[in-house]
């Protein structure tokens, strides 16, 4: 089973000096989410039923599991930018 990454690191520095590294825990983005998931499940599920007819809804009723694998894709993902005066690295673990 997948799992949801819990922390981003960052890193901003320039060429020859000493930069910025931060760690940000992604537990509480989660919660954020997660209450505005359950905010907008009876809007979700109002506009599922008004576009059954023309099949729309199916797809509406996909979105949290397909956002849920979106989250999850996110893990061991790097970026690593380096220009010739600063270097930008984000990491999800």
């Known amino acids: 089973m997948k ?5 981003m ?5 320039k060429k020859g000096h000493r930069g910025i ?3 940000f825990p ?3 983005l989660y919660l954020l989410l997660l209450l505005l998931a359950i905010i907008l499940l009876p809007l979700l599920l109002i506009a599922t039923i008004v576009l059954l007819p023309w099949g729309w809804g199916w797809s509406l009723l996909l979105i949290y599991p397909r956002f849920y694998a979106l989250l999850c894709a996110l ?3 790097e ?3 380096e220009d010739k005066k ?3 690295y984000v990491s999800f673990k």
Do not use: A, S
């Not at 799992?3 to 922390?7: A, H, M």
């Not at 690191?9 to 520095?13: D, E, H, V």
């Open 3 to 7: 799992t949801l990454p819990n922390f």
């Open 75 to 77: 893990k061991e993902l």
């Open 86 to 88: 600063q270097n930008f």
């Open 79 to 81: 970026v690593d930018i």
């Open 21 to 23: 590294r931060l760690t």
């Open 26 to 28: 992604l537990v509480l």
């Open 9 to 13: 690191r960052l890193y901003i520095g």
